[in-house]
């Protein structure tokens, strides 16, 4: 391994890390915010009633243990990484690639089912009307996230394509970007060997 080898492979030991430090910040961030309607409910239920209550505090509560997943997930892909000799990083990377986007699978799904507690939530507190807006809005939040991420790695494609005789495939992953890197780095040194079997990672729409 050269010496543009070891850089790059540390370089993608920090992306990796640091991405993985900010999705458990995220998760730990929005499990404070799930708990403060789980713990604090409306007192006096203005629309649905106790059922929506039930609903409310349900989603969550789920969604909390989403958010309990991602960090502790996080922590565990970090240790699994660090246990991995540089020599073999790639290949190993592109193995599990497939694991490393559940921890995103599950905060999206996590915030979902907070965003649609805390729809119920303003409803309970103001009045029916607000429980109309508050269940519309609530999935709204979420879209718009998504639609974020698709515009950025739309982005990425295009980046690709101004680029296309440099042999990338950026923009493919969706949620993990760094899993591009790999491409990028595969089609600068043909010397890495990557694994033969079926891409795991495509699969789950990394």
């Known amino acids: 391994m050269d010496e543009t080898d070891g850089s790059f492979l540390k370089d993608l030991r920090e992306t990796l890390n640091s991405s993985l430090q900010n999705l458990g910040l995220v998760a730990a961030f929005m499990t404070a915010l799930a708990g403060a309607i789980y713990t604090s409910p409306a ?25 309990f997943f991602t960090i502790c997930a996080t922590v ?3 240790n699994d990484v660090q246990g991995i000799p540089d020599d073999l990083l790639l290949g190993h990377l592109h193995r599990v690639s497939h694991w490393h986007a559940l921890p995103q699978w599950a905060t999206y799904i996590g915030c979902f089912m907070m965003a649609m507690g805390y729809g119920i939530d303003i409803g309970e507190r103001r009045g029916c009307a607000f ?75 990394i």
């Open 43 to 67: 007192e006096d239920p203005k629309c649905f009633g106790t059922t929506a209550l039930h609903w409310q505090i349900g989603l969550c509560w789920c969604s909390m243990g989403m958010f």
């Open 131 to 205: 429980s109309v807006f508050g269940l519309i809005a609530a999935p709204c939040f979420m879209l718009a996230v998504v639609a974020f991420g698709i515009i950025l790695r739309c982005s990425r494609q295009h980046t690709n394509s101004l680029n296309a005789n440099g042999g990338y495939r950026i923009g493919q992953a969706i949620f993990i970007s760094w899993y591009d890197l790999l491409s990028a780095q595969e089609a600068k040194d043909q010397r890495v060997l990557l694994p033969s079997s079926s891409n795991h990672g495509e699969f789950f729409g």
């Open 76 to 78: 565990l892909l970090a």
